[in-house]
């Protein structure tokens, strides 16, 4: 099994709909990372959490909004979507040793029409 | 804003040779790293290179870091069509956050 998970692997939906977007984990790391990825372009933190009902802006963060309600899982919302939030997302864990990486989960491709 | 700046944007060689891939950033790091990723999946480590370290080998990986250029490069030796991928630099500034940014990184083609 994946030690971060993500879901939906995929999912197509309309503009002003309400998305939630998931990821868990199972490395037991207190550290919590949402990123997006356009194409042709590195990755851009959205939002991050070092521990649980902690929330930490990104360099990306509005129209975004997150929750950290338990130490494994950390969820992603996009309140009203819009085209332009059409992009692959990415969850990361980390644990609280700053020189160690982070463990990426497979993304999840967000398209809204 | 992205901090790291790839060179090349696209390399595309043959199998057996080597491929170097550059890295630059603006401001100072705890450690920078570099990770691969297969088309549309999730992002994979390679290596983690800390501020006070010059160079860095896995297998026929090597990374180097030169923090007064503020750069760094990335070397697969022997390379193998299945290296074919895209290679991502990302720093970890000195803010113990964790907060990682990426370069917009290298798209590599192995041709066998």
């Known amino acids: 099994d994946a030690d971060v998970t993500q879901t939906p692997r995929n999912r197509i939906t309309k503009t002003g709909k309400r998305i939630m977007l998931e990821c868990s984990q199972t490395k037991g790391h207190d550290r919590m990372y949402w990123y997006r990825q356009d194409p042709g372009l590195g990755l851009r933190l959205i939002y991050y959490s070092f521990d649980v009902k902690d929330i930490n802006k990104g360099e990306i963060s509005d129209g975004y909004s997150v929750s950290r309600q338990a130490q494994a899982k950390f969820s992603l919302s996009l309140e009203s979507a819009i085209p332009n939030q059409t992009a692959l997302y990415f969850c990361?864990?980390?644990?609280?040793?700053?020189?160690?990486?982070?463990?990426f989960g497979d993304g999840t491709r967000l398209s809204i029409l | 804003s992205q901090q790291g700046e790839e060179d090349p944007q696209a390399l595309s060689i043959q199998e057996g040779e080597n491929a170097t891939m550059n890295c630059s950033y603006k401001t100072s790091i705890n450690n920078l790293q570099w990770y691969r990723q297969n088309s549309g999946r999730g992002l994979v480590h390679l290596i983690l290179i800390r501020s006070n370290e010059r160079e860095k080998h896995s297998g026929r990986l090597r990374v180097t870091l030169d923090t007064s250029k503020k750069s760094s490069s990335l070397l697969i030796t022997a390379s193998r069509a299945a290296d074919t991928a895209s290679y991502f630099c990302?720093?970890?500034?000195?803010?113990?956050?964790?907060?990682?940014?990426f370069g917009q990184g290298t798209t590599l083609q192995v041709k066998p």
């Open positions: 990361a864990t980390r644990g609280t040793d700053s020189n160690q990486p982070q463990h």
């Open positions: 990302a720093t970890d500034a000195r803010s113990n956050t964790g907060k990682l940014i």
